[in-house]
């Protein structure tokens, strides 16, 4: 019976593929399977950041999410089916590595902030050898790209989820001296008014696709309008102290 393969969760970074790490490339250039979330209909964004730098011999395996922001975080079918889904996923995924093959799963940002990866390594890790490479988170890409230093000092910074209930979202806001806003999406309008409640709208910027060629980086309150895409984030750094 052949050896178990190793399962990595690799982190490609926010978008940009020259923001991918020396080491991620190298797993991503020799992995006999690689396996990457999407929504139905999307090639996904991690698959496209590393498109032209996987082993052209591998098995790929696409991972369709049942959906994505269809139904709200709290309805329980939204937990049921992901749960089924993220069941299903592994055991296809310890089909492989029980063969000896190595899989790798492309993640995008960091496997461990906000990644589906996380899902798969808390089914597998207890019965099969498995290896994260660290990756450039999107908020890191999107600060980075706007200019913008986000903490000086002792400075804290929060990161806040744009699925907070609005008077939770401005109560975190008022205490916070910087912060990162994640799943704006849908929930930009309730965002922008947790801002003006928290008197940080003015310095809160909108950053859209950070580091991909759509980028988009306006002023919060410069933003006519409240769409946002999904791979979206808002920043509110902290007060610049001179020294």
Not at 1 to 11: D, F, H, I, P
Not at 134 to 163: F, H, K, N, Q, Y
Request: glycine share 8%.
């Amino acid at each position: 019976m052949s050896a178990r393969g190793t399962l990595y969760g690799v982190g490609v970074g926010p978008g940009d593929p020259e923001l991918m790490s020396l080491k991620a490339a190298r797993i991503l250039k020799s992995a006999p399977v690689i396996a990457y979330f999407a929504r139905k209909g999307s090639v996904g964004n991690a698959r496209r950041a590393v498109d032209g730098q996987l082993n052209p011999d591998a098995e790929l395996v696409r991972l369709d999410y049942p959906f994505t922001t269809e139904l709200p975080e709290t309805d329980p079918c939204y937990r049921d089916a992901l749960v089924a889904f993220y069941d299903a996923s592994a055991a296809t995924l310890a089909a492989r590595l029980d063969a000896g093959r190595d899989v790798a799963v492309i993640c995008a940002g960091d496997p461990f902030f906000y990644g589906s990866y996380a899902h798969l390594h808390e089914r597998l890790a207890e019965t099969h050898r498995c290896e994260v490479i660290p990756g450039i988170t999107a908020m890191s890409g999107c600060w980075t790209r706007a200019a913008m230093p986000m903490t000086c000092g002792d400075e804290m910074l929060v990161v806040l989820s744009g699925t907070m209930d609005a008077d939770a979202l401005a109560e975190r806001l008022a205490t916070s001296e910087a912060a990162v806003i994640m799943k704006v999406g849908r929930n930009l309008a309730k965002i922008r008014q947790a801002l003006m409640r928290s008197d940080k709208l003015d310095r809160a910027v909108y950053v859209e696709r950070g580091t991909m060629p759509e980028e988009r980086i306006v002023r919060l309150a410069d933003k006519a309008d409240d769409d946002a895409a999904y791979f979206a984030v808002v920043l509110v750094p902290g007060v610049r102290k001179p020294l």
